[in-house]
T-cell receptor, first 113, second 114 residues
Framework: SQQGEEDPQALSIQEGENATMNCSYK?????LQWYRQNSGRGLVHLIL?????REKHSGRLRVTLDTSKKSSSLLITASRAADTASYFC?????????????FGQGTRLTINP | DAGITQSPRHKVTETGTPVTLRCHQT?????MYWYRQDPGHGLRLIHY???????DKGEVSDGYSVSRSKTEDFLLTLESATSSQTSVYFC?????????????FGSGTQLSVL
């Protein structure tokens, strides 16, 4: 089945630096979403980008989508300790009747003070 | 967590026993989902519902059943629990009547099958 794959699996940076995570997927999509998960908690929606969009911003988050390469990136600028979490991409497949998001395995981001 | 309550939060059970997890929402949203999260597999969809008494299978539905008799409640049942069903289970709802957009997740249920 189609699956988003995040890269890298783990990322450790210093506070104040920018963090970039990538997601690749296999089939055409309606939209791609990014979620954050703090340890022991449920996922929290961060941002959604539709297949006809190339870039989207939300606060310190910037998401790009390249449908020709079937890839997306999430950039977190000026990172903070509170950004330490796992980040997941999720794709909405462009398949008639599909009613499910497909999640990747996530990138574990650690922000060092 | 956006009006979603999962119960219980933790459950330890023995192999072969039935287990029911409950998801309750106060948002009156149409779509509800059950996912399991395991190391190395990310989140995988078990079952979902698109309305009262309307449910369908997800990627890993074997060994699970669901029921939705009211808009606000979505139950996940393990008919005869196995050790492979030890996992963290998350319920989610869509943010509006459209599926697959901006899911809100509950806090999860940690299930251990011994």
């Amino acid at each position: 089945s189609q699956q988003g794959e995040e890269d890298p699996q783990a990322l450790s940076i210093q506070e104040g630096e920018n963090a970039t995570m990538n997601c690749s997927y296999k089939t055409s999509i309606n939209n791609l979403q990014w979620y954050r998960q703090n340890s022991g908690r449920g996922l929290v929606h961060l941002i959604l980008i539709r297949s006809n969009e190339r870039e989207k911003h939300s606060g310190r988050l910037r998401v790009t989508l390249d449908t020709s390469k079937k890839s997306s990136s999430l950039l977190i600028t000026a990172s903070r300790a509170a950004d330490t979490a796992s980040y997941f991409c999720a794709t909405d497949p462009l398949i008639q009747g599909a009613q499910k998001l497909v999640f990747g395995q996530g990138t574990r981001l650690t922000i060092n003070p | 967590d956006a009006g979603i309550t999962q119960s219980p939060r933790h459950k330890v059970t023995e192999t072969g026993t039935p287990v029911t997890l409950r998801c309750h929402q106060t948002e009156n949203h149409r779509y509800m989902y059950w996912y399991r999260q395991d190391p190395g597999h990310g989140l995988r969809l078990i079952h979902y519902s698109y309305g009262v008494k309307d449910t369908d299978k997800g990627e890993v539905s074997d060994g699970y059943s669901v029921s939705r008799s009211k808009t606000e409640d979505f139950l996940l049942t393990l008919e005869s629990a196995t050790s492979s069903q030890t996992s963290v289970y998350f319920c989610a709802i869509s943010s509006r009547d459209a599926a697959n957009e901006k899911l809100f997740f509950g806090s999860g249920t940690q299930l251990s099958v011994l």
